[in-house]
């Protein structure tokens, strides 16, 4: 399995190197937007704001927590394209092979499981150094609003990435972009049904010219406060998936 996981990492080293660029890009621009938020041009933004009473301090403040959390996510989405991996794996011919590899079908549907887990949580260790860096420059955000940040954004990710790896084995070769989309559309299906309520209320709310937006900020504060709960979310939608990619691969007679 640990030649699978490689192989895969492989077939991601782009991703990689481009990931080294992005750490660099985002702890350069993040540590000049908190020194901004400070003493620069977007202090002076927030104050003019405020004057004109047409943003309360609270926006403010999410608004530039909301800028920082972006930033926490791009190292995040750097990492774990899995549709590269699946294309790689066709261009090279490798399913005709791996049926014929001395390794069990659920240790080869592992591998690229652990593979994806396992640059989240590298980019998760990158994540923490830069927003401890950013903690100690600035009082905008803790570190440990921070760590919910990041947490929260990787199990987004995750869950995304888990279902690109499902749809992937599901549909046939060459429609990794197929996976990707059905990947993207299931989420929000997801999102959607797990808060219809709120849903509901922001569709009266515009049907009726209501200009809250207080629903966005509700759900960075979840973002901020409740990262744990999207970590068990995460976590049982990478059983689900690997359980449903498991039923898909037997079906296919190992093929894959």
Known sequence: MKGLVIKDL?????RLVILCFVIVGVLALS???VLSARFGNVAQAGKDMLKDNNITAIDVENLAVTALAFFMLVPIAAVGDMAMVCDMDEKAGFCKVS?????????????RYFTVIALYFLSALID?????VLSRISDIITFG???????????IMLLYSVCVIFYCFV???GKTSYAQLFSFLTLIAAAVLANLKTVKQIIRGMSA?????SFIWNVFDFIKEKSWILLIIALGGCIISYTASMLVVNRKRGVI
């Open 10 to 14: 492989f077939c991601l080293k782009k």
């Open 31 to 33: 540590v000049m937007f």
């Open 99 to 111: 049926a014929s590899l001395p390794v069990s079908l659920k240790k080869r549907v592992l591998a």
């Open 128 to 132: 923490m150094v830069i927003a401890f």
């Open 145 to 155: 609003v921070f760590l919910n940040i990041i947490f929260s954004c990787v199990s």
């Open 171 to 173: 549909l046939d070769s």
């Open 209 to 213: 010219g209501s200009q809250d937006i």
